[in-house]
């Protein structure tokens, strides 16, 4: 078993306002291991899209830490974030963020593009990840050729292409219907846990906050519950 890990401690994250600042993160502590899954969830504006813009390191905390694997990536100067963030980092999006010029494995090959041209390695891990989400015979569609299911598959196979430490999803099942927001809560989970990646999702669902291994909410700048 790897040693994927994140812990975050006393995080706090306030925004400048006209007339005074606005605490959004005041006191947001989290241990997780590998393997491990959390929805957090809580109203509009409570600061969960703050609080992954964090976790992912595309915002920095006023205050308090974020180890992912022990190290601190806010301690790394822009490129090493970039490329700490690249390797340790899977995003999934509601809206899949998808280049519609791509096809389905070129999307999903996206972050190891980021770091040079694909390797044969790499080219043979998005196809068994596609193949895994079920779409093997999609290779060379366009998201505009797949449904909205099929495109947030893509999605989650493009964000474990590296292999990475920790898994963000926001909002994955938002745009979708009952059933498919199930088939792709079921492939989210299965290979999160096959890959041994600590899995966090922002949601206001139930179906899939229940399907995680822990709820929590954010209160006041908190995290409260597990």
Same mark, same amino acid.
Request: glycine share 8%; charged share 20%; net charge negative.
């Given at each position: 078993?790897?040693?994927?890990?994140?812990?975050?401690?006393?995080?706090?994250?306030?925004?400048?306002?006209?007339?005074?600042?606005?605490?959004?993160?005041?006191?947001?502590?989290?241990?997780?291991?590998?393997?491990?899954?959390?929805?957090?969830?809580?109203? $509009?504006?409570?600061?969960?899209?703050? #609080?992954?813009?964090? /976790? %992912?390191? !595309?915002?920095?905390?006023? =205050? @308090?830490?974020?180890?992912?694997?022990?190290?601190?990536?806010?301690?790394?100067?822009?490129?090493?974030?970039?490329?700490?963030?690249?390797?340790?980092?899977?995003?999934?999006?509601?809206?899949?963020?998808?280049?519609?010029?791509?096809?389905?494995?070129?999307?999903?090959?996206?972050?190891?593009?980021?770091?040079?041209?694909?390797?044969?390695?790499?080219?043979?891990?998005?196809? $068994?990840?596609?193949?895994?989400?079920? #779409?093997?015979?999609? /290779? %060379?569609? !366009?998201?505009?050729?797949? =449904? @909205?299911?099929?495109?947030?598959?893509?999605?989650?196979?493009?964000?474990?292409?590296?292999?990475?430490?920790?898994?963000?999803?926001?909002?994955?099942?938002?745009?979708?219907?009952?059933?498919?927001?199930?088939?792709?809560?079921?492939?989210?989970?299965?290979?999160?846990?096959?890959?041994?990646?600590?899995?966090?999702?922002?949601?206001?669902?139930?179906?899939?906050?229940?399907?995680?291994?822990?709820?929590?909410?954010?209160?006041?700048?908190? /995290?409260?519950?597990?």
């Amino acid at each position: 078993m790897n040693d994927h890990s994140l812990a975050v401690d006393h995080v706090a994250k306030s925004f400048p306002t006209a007339n005074q600042s606005l605490d959004v993160l005041r006191d947001v502590s989290l241990s997780l291991a590998a393997g491990e899954s959390v929805a957090i969830v809580g109203p $509009s504006g409570s600061g969960k899209s703050t #609080l992954l813009q964090i /976790l %992912g390191t !595309l915002d920095r905390p006023d =205050s @308090g830490t974020v180890l992912i694997d022990s190290q601190d990536p806010f301690a790394l100067d822009e490129v090493a974030l970039a490329e700490f963030r690249n390797k340790h980092v899977g995003f999934v999006f509601q809206d899949h963020h998808l280049l519609p010029q791509l096809t389905v494995i070129e999307n999903v090959l996206v972050p190891a593009l980021a770091v040079g041209k694909p390797s044969h390695e790499d080219t043979d891990r998005a196809r $068994s990840l596609v193949d895994s989400v079920g #779409l093997g015979d999609r /290779l %060379g569609h !366009l998201p505009s050729e797949l =449904s @909205g299911g099929e495109r947030e598959r893509v999605a989650i196979a493009r964000s474990l292409l590296m292999n990475p430490s920790l898994i963000l999803a926001d909002e994955p099942t938002g745009n979708l219907d009952r059933k498919t927001a199930g088939q792709v809560t079921e492939v989210l989970l299965n290979l999160q846990k096959r890959s041994g990646a600590i899995l966090i999702t922002v949601t206001h669902s139930d179906a899939l906050a229940t399907a995680m291994g822990q709820r929590m909410e954010l209160v006041d700048g908190c /995290l409260v519950g597990g």
